[in-house]
């Protein structure tokens, strides 16, 4: 099953914001998400460092999502949120354990 992941790294102090944006963009977007699943976590020893993981089906669908005007739009709103640039980490998944 491979697939494609996007981490995002970033630091905010305004993370119940972008969190509340996230949530706004998936209901807005609804069947028309392109990303399989996000994961937004905070980094236990650096408070006001989170990192957003995006999960897609394949790398073309995670293109289409950053070509896509919406996107665009959300991540602008996002930046403005942030208390910096974010780093982005664009990954290819090789192999996924699960627990049994």
């Not at 790294?9 to 399989?36: C, H, N, P, V």
């Not at 995006?54 to 005007?69: Q, R």
Request: aromatic share 8%.
């Amino acid at each position: 099953m491979p697939g494609f992941v996007q981490i995002m790294e970033f630091e905010t102090t305004r993370i119940d914001e972008l969190e509340a944006l996230m949530k706004q963009y998936q209901e807005d977007r609804g069947d028309a998400l392109l990303a399989s699943k996000a994961t937004l976590t905070e980094d236990r020893n650096r408070p006001g460092h989170y990192f957003a993981i995006v999960e897609f089906d394949s790398y073309d669908e995670a293109m289409k999502n950053s070509n896509d005007s919406a996107t665009a739009e959300m991540a602008e709103k996002m930046s403005a949120l942030l208390n910096g640039p974010q780093i982005f980490h664009d990954l290819d998944v090789r192999t996924v354990l699960h627990a049994r």
